[in-house]
């Protein structure tokens, strides 16, 4: 079976530990993450991870198995091939002279990004979209010479109004909240 990018919103009780037993889950199955994101949702007590790794569908679902597996994981959801959005965020430090920052405004400007800090001879600029968007606007700055760049993890939702939604995730009723 084929590899191919898999997308897990992992909904978890928001508690010290859990983003240490859901990697070392992946560390001991030996399935690399290659994007990990964890934040809160508009549940209050919830968390949301949202993990991309590389894996055909038989492990996939071993490992959405594997995942319910741990205490506090409320719902695991492979959003691969669902229809929905996916995100990163980019900062980069661009070498930026005073006669190469037209190009570069002009750079950002096709790829949507913003220059959010001016230098003396550097600008840093802040980008937001797919993967390939990123790495095709790194791309371009690079003749300018890229100096520094950070990358946030993906974050995805599921397109429409039948997304998993964390109010469709079933808290334990050890920590179920009295009515």
Same mark, same amino acid.
């Given at each position: 079976?084929e590899?191919?990018? =898999?997308?897990?919103?992992?909904y ?5 530990g ?18 990990l994101?964890?934040g809160k949702?508009?549940? !209050?007590?919830?968390?949301r991870?949202?993990i991309v790794?590389?894996?055909n569908?038989?492990?996939?679902? =071993?490992? %959405?198995a ?12 492979d959003?691969s091939? %669902?229809?929905?959005?996916? =995100?990163?965020?980019a ?9 190469? =920052?037209?190009e570069?405004m ?7 990004a913003?220059i959010?800090?001016?230098g003396?001879?550097t600008?840093?600029v802040?980008a ?6 990123i ?6 700055l690079? !003749? ?7 990358e946030?993890?993906?974050v995805?939702m %599921?397109r429409?109004a039948e997304? !998993? ?5 079933e808290r !334990?009723k050890?920590?179920a909240?009295?009515?």
């Amino acid at each position: 079976m084929e590899k191919t990018m =898999r997308t897990f919103l992992v909904y978890v009780e928001d508690k010290p530990g859990v983003l240490n037993r859901v990697a070392s889950l992946f560390r001991r199955r030996n399935y690399n993450i290659d994007s990990l994101n964890v934040g809160k949702t508009n549940e !209050p007590g919830v968390s949301r991870m949202t993990i991309v790794c590389e894996a055909n569908e038989d492990t996939a679902r =071993r490992m %959405q198995a594997n995942l319910y597996k741990l205490v506090n994981v409320l719902r695991v959801d492979d959003i691969s091939e %669902q229809a929905s959005l996916e =995100r990163t965020l980019a900062l980069v430090k661009v070498r930026a002279g005073s006669e190469s =920052r037209p190009e570069i405004m002009r750079v950002c400007d096709t790829f949507r990004a913003r220059i959010v800090d001016v230098g003396i001879d550097t600008v840093i600029v802040e980008a937001t979209g797919a993967r390939h968007k990123i790495e095709a606007l790194v791309e371009m700055l690079e !003749p300018f010479g890229v100096l520094e760049m950070v990358e946030t993890g993906s974050v995805a939702m %599921q397109r429409g109004a039948e997304g !998993p939604g964390v109010m469709r995730c079933e808290r !334990p009723k050890s920590t179920a909240r009295a009515a």
